[in-house]
């Protein structure tokens, strides 16, 4: 009778997912995994290697309350998970009281007690508030009425404390049955409003963290809302989770990445997605191809020929460029004969976007990016610093406006910015306008690290203060903060490296790229760049392969074609159809050799670079 039952649920694999079983990593052998909410049986023959649990409640018993795309977007999650290799999902539609909503979710985790996952995803979708002093938060199952208590609300509400303390059940049970060393991560994605009467007007930048003891050990919790916020029956970031091309479903997308990106990128004056501890999410990618890493050894072995001495005979001026200490590496699988053109064609784009004006404060916002990512800037917190040290974060007045607040609240800070401040005698200044030193500190230090000579890089300094800083001007109380800004980004634009009729200007970027191409089978190039130039180049690669992914012009997808992968030691990395922002923190087999070989070139490269500005103007290279 097993065995019939066995067969039959083969069958019925097969029928849903066509030839292919899914392969699902975990345990070797067959594994019945049992849903008896559905009343159904699923056969894998691994265990999988993410299950969700996915949750839409569209049809309420309070009049008016209905919703219409709560049930769709819960069940697109949960086909697509149903259709990923090593991924499952189990789906309750229009959950009728709180106690059917928490026995799916206790059977849907107990039937994974004999292998468990690595992640298990909980999404709901439906309507949602806070209740109480400490303002918890509570999802609505579809029987909700008219509720006037406090007492009637947790009678008919789940709070996300419970859910929480569900997972922290289900781990105390992997222990208990000798599975303890099992690591199962939880991601908690709540598509619900987050504001109720005894809220107000209150808002706040973070989400409210569940409460601690019902906690398990690896969580992280998404809400498409801020604090008092309602949320949109389209959620945002719904559709950037599931999105095509850069969703958690997009080929070589790291999990982890893809979660923080989407919350980032979900952020409106209606509605700010807001995301806590996804520093802890896996960081493999629910579909891969394997081109990742056969670039990547293409990079390790031009990384690795590039830390040869290379010579070349050109008498160009190669002016030290120690102090640019991040290397790039880009790969192409291009010939070699056009290969000169696409690097110049390149860098006379990319040189040609540092003078875009959207969003407003561009690059201000750019060299404040620069500050939060280096070495000697500190966070309150590990969730505050994975959010600001993002180099895809979205730039523009709302990230100064937050930084600024932070910057006030002690919650973001840096001694070498205090000592620096001490010393030019800023340390009275107004706190609205702590951004303003911060930029005014960035920027002096750029022009050191861009300019050899001390007395010229001096009197760079004189003018960026003079004129970026209308001679100390902007920091008086007569001058609003959006003035000093705007006064900053003029001086900026003038200063900063740029393409334009023929000409070019260095004052603010001295981008060098070695004298050669490195012949790897195909061909590497390198560059050596700072930190801020970094930046800016990650910026402008991710512009361009999303204009290319959205059809833009043919030119924008030629060039990011020819060149398949970049890499940056600063720990970034963009290909045709992904980016990751740290790829020194994933789980693959390259990364430790890729940081090695990074190190070996960054403190012995006795390489000949050139100038950008050399190559574009004149340069002899081959």
Request: glycine residues 6%.
């Amino acid at each position: 009778m097993k065995e019939t039952l066995r067969d039959a649920a083969l069958s019925d694999l097969i029928s849903v997912c066509g030839k292919t079983i899914p392969s699902i990593c975990g345990t070797s052998g067959i594994h019945v995994l049992q849903s008896p909410i559905q009343q159904e049986e699923v056969l894998f023959l691994e265990a999988p290697r993410v299950f969700g649990l996915c949750i839409g409640a569209n049809d309420y018993v309070q009049k008016g309350w209905d919703l219409r795309n709560a049930v769709r977007d819960a069940e697109t999650l949960h086909q697509r998970l149903r259709s990923t290799s090593r991924s499952w999902s189990i789906l309750k539609k229009n959950p009728q009281s709180s106690s059917h909503l928490k026995r799916f979710l206790r059977k849907g985790l107990s039937s994974l007690g004999q292998s468990p996952p690595e992640l298990v995803i909980v999404f709901f979708a439906g309507h949602g508030m806070k209740v109480g002093r400490a303002m918890e938060d509570v999802l609505l199952p579809c029987d909700v009425e008219t509720l006037v208590s406090e007492d009637e609300i947790r009678d008919y509400a789940v709070s996300v404390n419970e859910i929480f303390d569900l997972m922290k059940t289900f781990e105390n049970d992997l222990k208990q049955r000798g599975l303890g060393n099992k690591s199962v991560s939880f991601l908690v994605i709540v598509d619900a409003c987050r504001s109720g009467d005894k809220l107000r007007e209150a808002k706040s930048l973070l989400p409210q963290e569940p409460v601690k003891n019902v906690l398990p050990r690896f969580w992280c919790l998404c809400f498409t809302c801020s604090n008092g916020e309602k949320a949109d029956d389209e959620s945002e970031f719904f559709q950037q989770f599931v999105a095509e091309e850069e969703g958690i479903f997009a080929c070589n997308r790291s999990l982890q990445e893809t979660v923080m990106d989407c919350a980032n990128r979900s952020k409106t004056e209606e509605q700010s997605a807001v995301c806590i501890n996804p520093q802890v999410l896996p960081k493999f990618c629910l579909v891969e191809d394997g081109e990742l890493s056969r670039e990547i050894m293409k990079i390790q072995e031009g990384i690795s020929r590039g830390s040869i001495n290379v010579t070349s005979s050109t008498e160009h001026d190669r002016t030290s460029c120690k102090e640019q200490d991040t290397l790039v590496f880009a790969y192409s699988s291009e010939p070699i004969e056009h290969f000169r053109g696409h690097v110049r064609t390149l860098l006379r784009d990319f040189l040609s976007n540092l003078k875009e004006v959207q969003p407003r404060w561009r690059l201000c916002s750019l060299f404040l990016l620069a500050f939060l990512r280096d070495q000697e800037t500190r966070f309150s917190s590990i969730f505050m610093m994975s959010h600001y040290k993002r180099i895809s974060v979205e730039i523009g007045p709302e990230l100064i406006k937050r930084v600024n607040t932070m910057l006030q609240r002690g919650k973001i800070s840096s001694a070498k910015f205090d000592a620096w401040k001490s010393k030019k005698r800023l340390s009275d200044i107004s706190q609205e306008k702590l951004c303003i030193s911060v930029l005014h500190f960035t920027v002096a230090e750029e022009i050191r690290r861009n300019i050899k000579e001390e007395n010229e890089a001096e009197d760079a300094i004189e003018l960026w203060e003079t004129e970026g800083l209308d001679d100390g001007n902007s920091y008086k109380a007569s001058v609003s903060m959006e003035e000093a800004l705007d006064t900053m980004e003029r001086h900026l634009s003038n200063e900063t490296c740029f393409y334009e009729e023929n000409k070019y200007s260095e004052t603010l970027f001295a981008g060098y790229l070695l004298n050669k191409a490195i012949e790897t089978g195909s061909f590497v190039l390198v560059m050596r760049m700072t930190e801020f130039q970094s930046i800016c180049f990650f910026r402008f690669l991710l512009e361009l392969g999303r204009m290319g992914r959205a059809g833009g012009q043919e030119g924008h997808r030629e060039r990011n074609a020819y060149f398949n992968t970049f890499i940056s030691s600063s720990g970034w990395l963009i290909r045709h159809t992904e980016f990751k922002t740290d790829w020194r923190r994933m789980d693959e087999c390259w990364v430790e050799g890729l940081k090695k070989n990074f190190q070996r070139v960054v403190e012995g490269d006795r390489s000949e670079y050139m100038r950008w500005i050399d190559f574009l103007e004149e340069g002899d290279w081959m």
